[in-house]
Nanobody, 122 residues
Framework: QVQLVESGGGLVQTGGSLRLSCAAS????????MAWFRQVSGKEREFVAV????????DYATSVKGRFTISRDNAKNTVYLQMNSLKPEDTAAYYC???????????????WGQGTQVTVSS
């Protein structure tokens, strides 16, 4: 069974930092493109960051570029999202996803975690 479990969410002040983790199991982690998406209640889930299988190539949503960093440790079957200079607009449920292709489209990802809430106070 495939399982993706996010952790690290919480409450942080504007300008603060948070590091999210997504531990994967039940799949050959190194064979999957990993991504982070976020969703605010009532709104469409949006792309945040994506990282290629080997972790060299990365891409980010314009809204988080320069502030967030996605990374992965294939030996630990874990993908991370380091979030710095957090803004209230970053408040959302963050989900990690695994897929076969390098894409920003949420529909292309087959596996999803349960999400972890990030709340940035103003």
């Amino acid at each position: 069974q495939v399982q993706l479990v996010e952790s690290g969410g919480g409450l942080v002040q504007t300008g603060g930092s948070l590091r999210l983790s997504c531990a994967a199991s039940g799949l050959t982690f190194g064979s999957y493109v990993m991504a982070w998406f976020r969703q605010v209640s009532g709104k469409e889930r949006e792309f945040v960051a994506v990282i290629m299988k080997r972790g060299i190539t990365r891409d980010y949503a314009t809204s988080v570029k320069g502030r967030f960093t996605i990374s992965r440790d294939n030996a630990k079957n874990t993908v991370y999202l380091q979030m710095n200079s957090l803004k209230p607009e970053d408040t959302a449920a963050y989900y990690c996803a695994a897929g076969n292709y390098y894409t920003t489209s949420q529909g292309s990802y087959a596996y999803w975690g349960q999400g972890t809430q990030v709340t940035v106070s103003s």
